[in-house]
């Protein structure tokens, strides 16, 4: 049994953790953000959380200010082309996901669970469906996550959320956020391009 008060202390201990320790780094990538390209240090957008329940994702800025807000990537016309320099480097190491420790300290995110879909993403969110996956607070990382990334058909990305759902254990939880620090460091599934659920 995981009771779900247990792993929200764990989401608010790690993320707590993970806001100290990553603050100078973070402070860094905000300066190298704005001397790299025009605008916000920041990227706002709506995303689908537990129950379906719109939420506002918090991420460093990785594309240029001019591109269009709620498309996926993998939608946009020529995305490499908006990425900007520290942009690239900070995709490829998922970095620009740090800020998302608030979204977990705010009870909108956990650690561990299904990436938070775009809310226009009416097919993955459907698909979803189908596994209770979206009864589950959206993850930092999660099973799909280390299981190809954004190699992966949404079809086969909903399939396995549900079996993270249906098996939410810590075990898998521990599985999942050690694999995905070897996924960071590796770079591991990134595609620029063909990317399901990066805004920007």
């Known amino acids: 049994m995981y009771p779900a008060l247990f792993k929200r202390l764990i989401d608010i201990l790690l993320s707590l953790i993970g806001a100290i320790v990553l603050l100078p780094f973070g402070l860094v990538f905000a300066l190298l953000i704005k001397i790299d390209s025009k605008g916000p240090v920041f990227f706002l957008q709506k995303r689908v959380g537990r129950d379906k329940k719109l ?49 977990i300290l ?24 189908k596994y209770g996956a979206n ?4 993850g930092l990382t999660g099973y799909a996550q280390i299981n190809g990334r954004d190699e992966l058909p949404i079809p086969v990305k909903a399939q396995m959320d549900g079996f993270y759902a249906q098996n939410l254990s810590f075990k898998l939880d521990m599985k999942i956020f050690f694999s ?13 391009g063909h990317q399901q659920d990066k805004e920007d």
């Open 55 to 103: 939420f506002t994702i918090l991420k460093f800025r990785t594309m240029t200010s001019d591109t269009p807000k709620d498309v996926p990537t993998h939608l946009l016309g020529a995305p490499d082309s908006r990425i900007t320099g520290m942009g690239r480097f900070l995709r490829h190491f998922s970095l620009d996901e740090l800020p998302q420790v608030l979204n």
């Open 106 to 129: 705010a009870g909108q995110m956990s650690v561990i669970g299904p990436r938070p879909a775009l809310w226009n993403q009416d097919d993955l969110v459907a698909e979803r469906d």
């Open 180 to 192: 995905s620090i070897t996924y960071v460091f590796r770079g591991s599934g990134v595609v620029e």
């Open 135 to 138: 009864a589950l607070r959206p």
